[in-house]
């Protein structure tokens, strides 16, 4: 199958065969949880979101290559999908952990989380365990406090 001709003028990255428009899922929670001090009826929203995969996100979407990228997501590189699982796994976790608590200001570990997810997808950054994954977010933690350092390793 000739992917590259497929893929030409889509979203979805000819090297990963991933999409970053996935990571639309988390930005939006992310921007709401920053928001929730300047307006405490994002709350209700938070609340509302729910941790969807790849696919799910695709399949409820209404963008017009959606089953282009669900069929990539298939032939994408078993290294590219992994790497982008151990990025989402982190950032549905730490999400979930804010919208229980409701932080009154947003994790900025999960602004980095989808920074490297966006790499994965890319094919800058491979991913291949959960300590590669905390080297790399500890290699941006001169813009962390020490408790957002901290609890990476929770």
């Known amino acids: 199958m000739d992917w590259s001709a497929r893929l030409a003028g889509t979203n979805i990255n000819p090297k990963t065969f991933l999409a970053t428009d996935y990571l639309n899922h988390f930005n939006e929670v992310i921007m709401l949880l920053e928001m929730l001090d300047e307006i405490p009826s994002c709350a209700m929203e938070i609340a509302q979101w729910r941790p969807v995969s790849y696919i799910e996100h695709f399949q409820a979407s ?91 390793f929770d």
């Open 62 to 152: 209404g963008l017009a290559d959606r089953e282009l990228a669900i069929e990539a997501y298939a032939a994408a590189p078993d290294a590219a999908r992994e790497g982008l699982r151990l990025v989402v796994d982190r950032l549905n976790a730490r999400i979930l952990e804010a919208q229980a608590s409701l932080a009154k200001s947003a994790d900025p570990v999960l602004r980095r989380l989808v920074e490297l997810a966006g790499l994965v997808i890319n094919g800058s950054l491979a991913l291949t365990d959960e300590a590669e994954l905390n080297a790399h977010l500890l290699s941006s933690s001169a813009s962390l406090s020490q408790d957002s350092i901290d609890s990476l």
